[in-house]
Structure formats: C-alpha cells, structure tokens
C-alpha cells in the first residue's frame, strides 16, 4: 500500500467487520506515525475542536471512527432544538426566543457541521507537517456529499469481503505459509461465498506455530465457508420462494 505523505484526508467504508480499523493500525505501523482517536462526540464545541488539533503532532494519523454516527447525532440534535425553540415560541415568544438564545450561546453549544467542515478543509490543509486523517463509515451513503468530496477526503478506500488475494495476506502474516494444498480448496469456496476479513483472521490465529495447527486452522477456516456458501444458498432458495408468494397473490 502506497500513501502519498500529505495532508490527506481518507474515507474507509464498508459493514462492520470488513477491517478498517485494521488498516488504520496497518498504516500507524508501516508510517511510524502517532496515532490519534478523536471522539466529536464528547468534544464540547468548534473551539475545542481547534485546541485539540493544534495539539496534534505534524507527523500523525488522526482517526474519527463512525462519522455517520455523528452526523445523524447532529441532525437529531438540530431537529429537537428547532423543535423546542417552537414549542418556547408558542408559549411566549418574546421571553422563550431571549431563553432559546442564551442556551445556545452557553451550555448546549457543540460542534457543528460547518466547523467539521472547516477543521477538515481549510484549517487541515492549512497545517504544517504531514498530517493524515482518517474516517470510518458502515454507509458511505448516508454521508452528507460535501463532506465527503475529493477536496476533503482524497482518498475513497472501500474495504469489502475477503477475497483469496487478502486470504494469502492473511496466511502469510499468521501462519506463515506462502501456499497449501488446501488453497485450492479455500480459493473456490471464497468465490461462492462472502466473509469478512475478521472471520477469516480468526480461524488462522494460533498459539503455537506448528504443522498439525496449520492444517487444523485451514481446514477450520474451509469449513467455515462451506457453511457460510450453504446459509448464501439456503438465503437466495428462501427469498426465490417469498417472491414468487408474492407474485401469485398479485396474480389473484
């Protein structure tokens, strides 16, 4: 994996357990960068957000895990604000308006989407040093598209289910195997079936390191995907049979 050293803002998406936290530990270690988990959620407003990056060192990765989260948590808490303020207005608008304002400017201040905005276009390009961000997001489509833009995240890695090229990534780094005569085996069943990097990893983890262990954990690993080929199967018989239900009560 190549990475262009830069201001650059990363996009990982992907379901839960494809590794995009793996890979953000794969590019602290391959960098030898300082990492940084940053949670918007419990950062009290766009100031602090500011004093947090400024404490940030120029060579770093700073990961924002989950930013769909805090999106949809800003829009509920646009939506019951807005609809407190109107529901203070109809009682009194005159006292409640003055009320609705000094709360805003006190104790319910948190950071906005225009000053995550801010914080990943102008004030980051603006930094010196080589300074890296990466965000996580299970939905790339729920994400507002002026978040996500090339300007502001330059690069849109998508990570999905393990193929046999990942799989022999995999077997090289925990059982240290260059080939197998079960490879075969595993490289057809990853074709008729789909899981995450997770589940394969944790069939090839082992305490010790020995030939009967190996062959234990492949055939594990084969079993596995047989069954995740069957349930695939079973899924798409099942979904057939609702379907062509359907169909037949229209046809009434």
């Not at 059982?175 to 260059?178: A, I, K, P, R, S």
């Given at each position: 994996m190549h990475l262009p050293i830069s201001n650059n803002g990363y996009l990982l998406y992907g379901l839960p357990g494809m590794g995009k936290s793996t890979m953000i530990a794969a590019?602290?270690?391959m960098l030898l960068y300082d990492i940084y988990d940053l949670e918007l959620m419990v950062v009290g407003d766009n100031t602090e957000l500011r004093k947090l990056l400024m404490q940030i060192s120029s060579k770093s990765i700073t990961m924002i895990e989950d930013i769909n989260f805090f999106i949809d948590l800003m829009g509920q808490r646009k939506k019951m604000k807005k609809n407190k303020a109107a529901e203070e207005e109809e009682k009194d608008p005159i006292k409640d308006k003055a009320k609705v304002g000094d709360s805003?400017?006190?104790?319910?201040s948190k950071v906005t989407f225009s000053?995550?905005?801010?914080?990943?276009g102008g004030l980051w390009s603006a930094s010196e040093g080589e300074r890296l961000i990466v965000f996580t997001t299970n939905y790339m489509e729920k994400l507002d598209p002026t978040l996500i833009w090339r300007g502001r995240m330059d690069k849109h890695i998508e990570l999905s289910y393990c193929n046999f090229e990942s799989f022999k990534v995999q077997a090289k780094n925990y059982?240290?195997?260059?080939s197998h005569h079960l490879f075969n085996t595993i490289?057809?069943?990853?074709?008729?079936?789909?899981v995450t990097p997770v589940d394969v990893v944790e069939h090839l983890m082992r305490k010790n390191i020995s030939v009967a262990n190996t062959k234990t954990n492949l055939k594990s690993l084969g079993q596995a995907l047989e069954m995740a080929k069957e349930e695939a199967m079973l899924k798409v018989k099942e979904e057939g049979k609702e379907k062509e239900s359907s169909t037949r009560k229209e046809d009434r």
């Open positions: 590019m602290e270690n805003d400017e006190g104790k319910t000053g995550l905005l801010n914080f990943i059982l240290e195997l260059d490289e057809r069943l990853l074709r008729e079936s789909r």
